[in-house]
């Protein structure tokens, strides 16, 4: 009597956790800092404690903000992805290498899909634009394979797009000889990316 009843505690046990939500960071902190953030936004302070408490991957990202149809889902954290995201981008006084490789690491693994990884790809350009340099140093530190799981997220697009292709072209031209090794992988993740994949969401309901 006594294993019956342990093996259908451990069951009982083993099956809540199997379907209890997980977040892989502490959310609690990170909504804590954000509204924080918000009473002084030009704060170094402030702007660091919420940088430190954003996730700090893709896995991180993903599980933090990802949406589930699954009923119970606290969506509350889906919910404030935008905001999140928009609120790192304003983070103005971190060093701009660590923010950099913040981004890098964030991408690295990522997949095209809307909401917060769409996100995610709008703050990718705009800081790529505004901090060039800084930017391609800091992915030419990586392993090659990392550089390309990067441009893969960051050219990956359903359909094409002309201002892509217009970016694509001006930061090989300008950086071709500075870094070639890094161009020629973004080139190929270019080629087979923009204009050649869909949304996880679609990909998985495909017949």
């Known amino acids: 009597m006594k294993r019956v009843f342990f093996f259908v505690l451990f069951f009982t046990t083993f099956f809540s956790a199997a379907i209890a939500q997980y ?32 996730p700090n991957n893709w896995y991180e990202y993903y599980n933090t903000y990802k949406y589930c149809s699954k009923e119970g889902y606290d969506l509350s954290m889906y919910s404030k992805a935008n905001e999140h995201i928009q609120a790192l981008e304003k983070c103005t006084t971190i060093n701009d290498t660590l923010f950099c490789k913040k981004l890098i690491h964030l991408s690295v693994g990522a997949t095209l899909d809307t909401d917060a990884p769409n996100y995610l790809k709008e703050i990718l350009h705009n800081t790529m634009e505004s901090h060039e340099c800084v930017f391609l140093y800091c992915l030419s530190q990586i392993m090659k394979g990392h550089q390309m799981q990067f441009w893969q997220f960051y050219w ?35 080629e087979y990316f923009h204009n050649g994949i869909l949304f996880m969401s679609d990909f998985n309901n495909l017949d």
């Open 23 to 54: 977040f892989p960071i502490d959310t609690a902190r990170l909504n804590r800092t954000y509204r924080s953030l918000l009473q002084d936004t030009q704060s170094r302070e402030l702007q660091m404690d919420f940088f430190n408490a954003f």
């Open 156 to 190: 990956a697009n359903a359909v094409y797009k002309e201002e892509l292709e217009k970016e694509f072209k001006e930061l090989y031209n300008r950086n071709k000889e500075k870094y070639p090794r890094q161009m020629k992988i973004m080139s190929v993740a270019f």
